[in-house]
């Protein structure tokens, strides 16, 4: 069993930044890919990110790329969405989760694990 606990959200303006973590407890967090995705009010989870070790071949959304970066440092078990640029769109509770390797990064249904989420709240 692997935990997951986000945090780094919280309120900005919009053109601001944040940096979201994503810790990881167990041992196996390395032999997962790693994901990052996010709900808005009243809509469907979407995926906005992989994390770049594991996905590189996997393009961001479209609606974040070149805006957000994903990464990853396995000797502390963590992940981290980069957000700058933000826009009020960005809006939503924004959750990490891990997956088999081999699984299709952008299926919801390819994560196993997902941690609580953490609110990311862009003003205009």
């Known amino acids: 069993q692997v935990q997951l606990v986000e945090s780094g959200g919280g309120l900005v303006q919009a053109g601001g930044s944040l940096r979201l973590s994503c810790a990881a407890s167990?041992?196996?967090?390395?032999?997962?890919?790693l994901g990052w995705f996010r709900q808005a009010p009243g809509k469907e989870r979407e995926f906005v990110a992989p994390?770049?070790?594991?996905?590189?071949?996997?393009p961001a959304a479209d609606s974040v790329k070149g805006r957000f970066t994903s990464s990853r440092d396995n000797a502390k078990n963590t992940g981290y969405l980069q957000m700058n640029s933000l826009k009020p769109e960005d809006t939503a509770v924004y959750y990490c989760?891990?997956?088999?390797?081999?699984?299709?990064?952008?299926?919801?249904?390819?994560?196993?694990?997902w941690g609580q989420g953490t609110q990311v709240t862009v003003s205009s």
């Open positions: 989760a891990l997956r088999p390797y081999g699984s299709s990064p952008s299926n919801i249904k390819s994560y196993a694990y």
């Open positions: 167990g041992r196996t967090f390395s032999t997962y890919a």
């Open positions: 994390t770049a070790w594991s996905d590189g071949s996997t």
